[in-house]
């Protein structure tokens, strides 16, 4: 069973920046895809940020040329650089990855458990 640990969130000020990793457990033959999405507090669940196993980004127009997404293949660990925070940004931040467990596996999808984000002003 494929597992995802997150880390990287915490308390920061206006406009200081966060870095967000998601790992896959042992076990993972590939990541396809990998997502990110956020919670605000009181909100649903939305859209952040998304990358392509050929490396294709895209991001909610909130976070574009703030946030970047990328991805360790070596170490099937996903990345989202949070720049210039904001306190729009807090939210409890869930990594999600598309995963083939192993070779003859179908792939699916796999969610962490949540970081959270919180920017005071």
């Known amino acids: 069973q494929v597992q995802l640990t997150e880390s990287g969130g915490g308390s920061v000020q206006t406009g200081e920046s966060l870095r967000l990793s998601c790992a896959a457990s042992?076990?993972?033959?590939?990541?396809?895809?990998a997502g990110w999405y956020r919670q605000p507090p009181g909100k649903e669940r939305e859209y952040v940020a998304f990358i392509t196993s050929r490396d294709t980004r895209n991001y909610t127009t909130s976070v574009e040329g703030r946030f970047t997404i990328s991805r360790d293949y070596a170490k099937n660990t996903v990345f989202l650089q949070m720049n210039s925070l904001e306190p729009e940004d807090t939210a409890v931040y869930y990594c999600?990855?598309?995963?083939?467990?192993?070779?003859?596996?179908?792939?699916?999808?796999?969610w962490g458990k949540g970081t959270q984000v919180t920017v005071s002003s």
């Open positions: 999600n990855l598309y995963i083939a467990a192993t070779p003859s596996t179908p792939p699916r999808d796999y």
């Open positions: 042992r076990g993972t033959h590939a990541i396809l895809a």
